[in-house]
């Protein structure tokens, strides 16, 4: 890889009227995130200095999700779509005084990879495009190779039948030096049966002025441009194929490989056991030895080694499972630490909540945390026993050592090895239920 700073562009204007969506294209997800993030992703593993994103339809939405990914990237506007020539010059002044390359990537392809990146920025020529072979070239643009490396890129409508016979196709990304990418976009024009300006062009352009142009190659699979709702759908099977074998080969057990499904950043160490019909979203690490089983949805989440998660569980953002924790089924965590050994055994909400290491959650126990207007804390100290549906109102703190009688309301604070019980004393009214009955059958008999 070129030892010169790098900065990104990325180009995220596009409408994709194809697509039949309100939703600006680059928002569709894919692999639980949107699809500029996968073109950010690789994009950052050049270590880049600087990373501008240009935004258009849906500017707004845009911005505000990149900032989610990226807090730093510097976001530019394309009022008007003229091309990508036009993009580029919009990001351009963002990157004034900058000396290095820069890499224009698209935020709708999602799999360009970070060995074809770097190959872009290892190669020598002062502009290199990136091409592939196609096996039906369509309407991609051509690469006209000649002696002296790449000598144009034709564009499909304008393209003659002979051009148009040529298999080596555009991909769109582009790397080259900043100064020169600079000066050469000025002078694209827009005589052309689109009246756009194209980045293409730059390649006529940088040989007219005596600059070397080249061509690095890839996979056709690593130039996929998503454009309309069915090819998204292929790039998700192609996603999850790939993260799957990526998963298999480094250790993980699934036991049902086509139906668990990954986030771009999912992380899972060897040796887990991951379950069958089990949907990771983003944010997910998955410690080495522990198990998930199947028909659990995570997002957001930590679980340590040798914790075991579900069946049938959900672990929402901020959840973390310290070593050997047990979440059991239909038990949801949010936002919440479990320390080491804690139990949830099944049928149970604990939002907002700090749980002390060994301790026992019984079935049914809710942290009442959200008041209507705020979200309040619930503290359980270590080795303590929860009763089967208790409710625990927030803000709370349980000591370490304490129980909680089953079906009670905790409103108070609990001492440590104290035993809290918050429900009503039981009264039994002998033959009240046999009346009861009979007074009803009959009521609904003379109805």
Same mark, same amino acid.
């Given at each position: 890889m070129s030892d010169s700073p790098v900065a990104l562009i990325i180009l995220a204007a596009g409408q994709g009227s194809r697509m039949q969506s309100d939703l600006p294209k680059v928002l569709h997800r894919l692999g639980g995130v949107p699809l500029f993030a996968h073109a950010l992703a690789a994009g950052r593993s050049l270590e880049p200095e600087h990373v501008v994103i240009v935004t258009g339809h849906g500017a707004a939405a845009v911005s505000k999700a990149v900032a989610k990914f990226d807090p730093e990237a510097r976001i530019v506007l394309q009022a008007e779509q003229l091309g990508t020539g036009h993009a580029v010059a919009q990001a351009l002044p963002e990157l004034d005084g900058f000396e290095g390359k820069v890499v224009v990537l698209y935020g709708d392809t999602p799999f360009i990879s970070e060995e074809t990146l770097a190959a872009l920025l290892s190669h020598p020529a002062e502009v290199v495009v990136l091409g592939f072979d196609a096996r039906d070239p369509g309407r991609y643009g051509r690469l006209v190779v000649g002696p002296q490396?790449?000598?144009?890129?034709?564009?499909?409508?304008?393209?003659?039948? @002979?051009?148009? +016979?040529?298999?080596?196709?555009?991909?769109?990304?582009?790397?080259?030096?900043?100064?020169?990418?600079?000066?050469?976009?000025?002078?694209?024009?827009?005589?052309?049966? +689109?009246?756009?300006?194209?980045?293409?062009?730059?390649?006529?352009?940088?040989?007219?002025?005596?600059?070397?142009?080249?061509?690095?190659?890839?996979?056709?699979?690593?130039?996929?441009?998503?454009?309309?709702? @069915?090819?998204?759908?292929?790039?998700?099977?192609?996603?999850?194929?790939?993260?799957? +074998? @990526?998963?298999? *080969?480094?250790?993980?057990?699934?036991?049902?490989?086509?139906?668990?499904?990954?986030?771009?950043?999912?992380?899972?160490?060897?040796?887990?056991?991951?379950?069958?019909?089990?949907?990771?979203?983003?944010?997910?690490?998955? *410690?080495?030895? +522990?198990?998930?089983?199947?028909?659990?949805?995570? &997002?957001?989440?930590?679980?340590?080694?040798?914790?075991?998660?579900?069946?049938?569980?959900?672990?929402?953002?901020?959840? *973390?499972?310290?070593?050997?924790?047990?979440?059991?089924?239909?038990? &949801?965590?949010?936002?919440?630490?479990?320390? &080491?050994?804690?139990?949830?055994g099944h049928l149970t909400y604990l939002g907002d909540a700090e749980i002390g290491e060994a301790t026992n959650i019984g079935a049914g126990t809710v942290t009442c945390n959200y008041d209507g207007v705020s979200k309040h804390r619930t503290v359980i100290g270590a080795n303590a026993f929860i009763g089967s549906d208790t409710m625990l109102v927030a803000p709370v703190r349980v000591g370490a050592r304490a129980m909680t009688g089953s079906g009670s309301v905790i409103t108070q604070d609990i001492p440590d090895d104290a035993l809290a019980i918050g429900r009503a004393r039981q009264e039994n009214k002998p033959g009240l239920a046999t009346r009861l009955m009979d007074a009803l059958r009959g009521k609904k008999d003379n109805n």
């Open positions: 490396g790449l000598e144009r890129i034709v564009e499909f409508k304008d393209a003659s039948e @002979a051009e148009r +016979a040529i298999h080596l196709c555009n991909s769109g990304v582009v790397a080259g030096d900043a100064t020169l990418l600079a000066e050469l976009v000025l002078k694209i024009g827009n005589d052309n049966a +689109a009246g756009e300006y194209y980045l293409t062009d730059i390649v006529e352009l940088a040989r007219a002025g005596g600059h070397r142009v080249d061509v690095v190659t890839c996979d056709e699979s690593e130039t996929l441009g998503i454009n309309t709702r @069915a090819e998204l759908a292929a790039a998700e099977t192609l996603f999850q194929a790939r993260a799957r +074998a @990526a998963a298999l *080969e480094d250790g993980v057990t699934l036991s049902d490989p086509a139906s668990v499904w990954f986030a771009l950043d999912t992380v899972i160490g060897r040796d887990a056991v991951i379950g069958q019909n089990v949907v990771f979203g983003p944010g997910v690490t998955i *410690e080495s030895g +522990a198990e998930i089983l199947p028909f659990c949805h995570l &997002e957001g989440c930590h679980v340590s080694a040798g914790a075991t998660v579900g069946p049938f569980a959900r672990l929402r953002p901020g959840a *973390e499972l310290g070593g050997d924790v047990h979440v059991g089924n239909f038990v &949801e965590i949010k936002n919440s630490q479990l320390h &080491e050994g804690v139990k949830v």
